[in-house]
């Protein structure tokens, strides 16, 4: 199947997700992740409409961003991201998914301000505690907000997850309910809303489960791009 079918197989599958939620699918944004794929790949994409795309690794993504400049696109930092490689990030990517620290929301700012560029951040939220995973547990998300209110460059828009893997999209379900809670919280504590409107959760085996659950940004990969070949 071509890329361009993929793509609207997924966005089909992502509308009637919405529609069974009562939800309009225009509230969901689709990332292609094109982590291990080509130029070739994230250009065919475009081609056929897609506009938001995701990276696992800041040096292979700043490849693909040099190689794609003349597109209109705006790219995604969906994996673990080093402090010492914030700088980097903050120079090219317009959303990075993965802050878990007010200390790291600090480095990516300052600079974002240096390179004169916007920055928004999406905190990554530990809900199994799994030692493999990154991500902030819940009692810990206070201080990141309320550092991110004394940036100038960057702004936190909401939050993202990273289940632990599961076998069925259904055992999946009660993490994403668990992350909208979380924000649910946040918001009666008061943390501001524009800092909350951002549910970052599902990937290709369980998105349609996770938009279900009030996902507002899906991070699919295998489903629109197929199986990948690690070397």
């Known amino acids: 199947m071509e890329i361009a079918a993929r793509l609207t197989a997924v966005r089909d599958r992502i509308a009637r997700a919405a529609r069974r939620a009562r939800r309009d699918p225009a509230s969901i944004r689709l990332v292609a992740v094109s982590k291990t794929f080509g130029v070739e790949h994230v250009r065919a994409a475009a081609a056929a409409g897609q506009v938001d795309f995701g990276e696992n690794k800041v040096q292979e ?3 693909k961003i040099e190689q794609t400049s003349d597109l209109e696109v705006r790219w995604h930092l969906v994996g673990h991201l ?3 490689k914030a ?4 120079a090219r990517f317009n959303l990075i998914h993965s802050v878990e620290s007010d200390a790291l929301v600090a480095k990516i700012d300052q600079a974002a301000t240096e390179t004169g560029r916007r920055v928004d951040l999406l ?10 995973k990154h991500g902030a547990r819940e009692q810990d998300l206070r201080p990141i907000f309320d550092a991110a209110r004394e940036c100038r460059a960057t702004r936190i828009v909401g939050l993202m997850l990273l289940p632990p893997a599961v076998d069925s999209p ?6 994403f309910r668990s992350l909208r809670d979380v924000r649910d919280r946040l918001l009666a504590q008061g943390v501001e809303g524009s800092m909350l409107t951002e549910l970052s959760m599902g990937m290709s085996h369980d998105f349609e489960v996770a938009v279900e659950e009030g996902a507002t940004l899906v991070r699919v990969g295998t489903a629109v791009f197929g199986e990948r070949q690690y070397v």
Do not use: H, I, M, Y
């Open 87 to 90: 700088r980097r990030a903050a």
């Open 61 to 63: 993504a700043l490849q």
């Open 82 to 84: 080093q402090s010492n």
């Open 123 to 132: 905190v990554q939220v530990d809900l199994a505690g799994e030692a493999t």
């Open 170 to 175: 259904e055992q999946a379900r009660p993490f």
